[in-house]
């Protein structure tokens, strides 16, 4: 089996590592994730679009 997992909490987050290394098992396991936190910027992005 494959997982793609995506997140914007940055590669090095407590909770992406914990749900890759129980995927890991189970297949291959390919990861998706900024070098840093990220959560806010998308949000950020779209208030400066209805500026």
């Known amino acids: 089996?494959?997982?793609?997992?995506?997140n914007d909490d940055g590669i090095y987050?407590?909770?992406l590592r914990t749900l890759v290394e129980t995927l890991t098992s189970l297949g291959d396991v390919?990861?998706?994730a900024p070098?840093?936190?990220r959560s806010r910027s998308r949000h950020n992005s779209q208030s400066a679009a209805k500026d």
Request: hydrophobic content about 45%; some cysteine.
């Open 35 to 37: 070098n840093q936190e």
């Open 13 to 15: 987050a407590e909770g």
């Open 1 to 6: 089996m494959r997982f793609l997992i995506t």
């Open 30 to 32: 390919c990861i998706v």
